[in-house]
Each structure stands twice: as C-alpha cells, then as structure tokens.
C-alpha cells in the first residue's frame, strides 16, 4: 500500500474518531436546549434570579443593566436625558455635563416623575434594541407603566393603564400651549410646554384629555399614550 493510500485512511480514521467523541461530548455534558429568561426585577431573589454558576443568559455592562441588580433602581444615562426607575414611577433628569482635566461629571437631578398614586412596586424588562430598551413598571392595583427610553434619543413614550396619571415636578412650573401661558387650573388639550429647573419639556397625546393642576403636580385622565420630549 502506498503512503498516500495509507495518509488517507488514517485521516479518515481520526475524523471518524473526533466526530463520535463530539456526539458523546455534546449529548452528556451540553444543556438539551438554551433557556431564554423572563426578565422580572421585582427583587434580586426568586426563581427569576441567576446564580453564579448558572448557565441561563442575561444582558450586563449596559447603560441599562441597573434594571437588573436594582428596585429602585440607579439613573440611567441615556444622555441627553437621563431616567430613574422608583416606586413613584419613572424620573426625568437633564444632566448638565462637566467636564475636568481627570472627570467627567453628570449629576442626575430630578425634573418630574411619572406615575399612580399606587406606587410601583416591580418592573420587567419587555424589550432590547441596539438603541433603545422598553420597560413596564407594575403597581399592586396592577396598573401599569409601560415605556420605552433609547440612548442618544431626546425623547420617551410612554403607554399608562386606564387611571389618574401623575406628573410630580420637583419645582414649581410654567404651563404654555403653543406659545400662550396656561393660568387656569384645569384645562382640555392634545399638547402643552413646561418649563422646569430652566429646562423645556414637550408633552402630547394622540387625542385632547382633561388635565388638572395642584402645585406642582399635573393630574392626566385616561392618556392612551404620552409621548415627552426634551425641548432644550
């Protein structure tokens, strides 16, 4: 036999032998199949909690992994506005970036909050793009607070369960639709301005809803949908 001939039989032998050892590997030691979490924040403990030595999948080292770890949760710097996740609801900050020769800082100080008189009490992750995240936040009345936030995105939308929605400002506020300042306590409109901590907000909804103003909090009735964009 020639040394070619026997070159080849014996690759053939040793691949036949490496696949058969793979089978045996992949069918003894291998997972049957790859688990895709349910994301539920509600707590760090529970059947939604990973173990260290798990081998289940979950999204880490990005703006938006706090939601994991945490409820309440730590801002998230979707820059330019950044969002905290409280029992309240959903916050609203606009950074003022500094920079030195060693830091840059970004402090995260509240312009207004989302939410029910319930407070939130959970929050699941519902979606994850390149960009942007959506998230739901859940109350014990299981009233819900659905959102969507993306990085580098000046804007959110939110969709809120039937009920009373709140929007508690840390400051007192400038009411403005179109370009008319709002004086009157209650009022029936589809879009409105405020200025807060010297920083413009646009609010707008897909039809006119009734609105009441108390200090410094804004009653909504019903919003199907509400979409917040910084203005600044």
Known sequence: MSNLKQTIIITIGCVSIAFIFGIIFFSLFLPKKIVTPHISFASQSGPDAVGSHSLTPYISNQWYSSLKNSFPGYPLYALPLAYKVTPQGLGFSYPKVTRKAATIAAPYTEDFTVGFSDPFNQVHMQSVSDWTIGAKLENSSKQTLLFSIGHGIPFSVIYPSDGILNITFTKPI?????????????????????????NNYLFAF?????IEKKQNTLSL???QRVFIGLLD
């Open 174 to 198: 400038q009411l403005f639709e179109n370009t008319t300042r709002i004086t009157d306590t209650t009022f029936t409109t589809d879009a409105f301005m405020v200025t807060v901590n010297n």
């Open 206 to 210: 897909p039809q006119k809803i009734a």
């Open 221 to 223: 009735t019903n919003p």
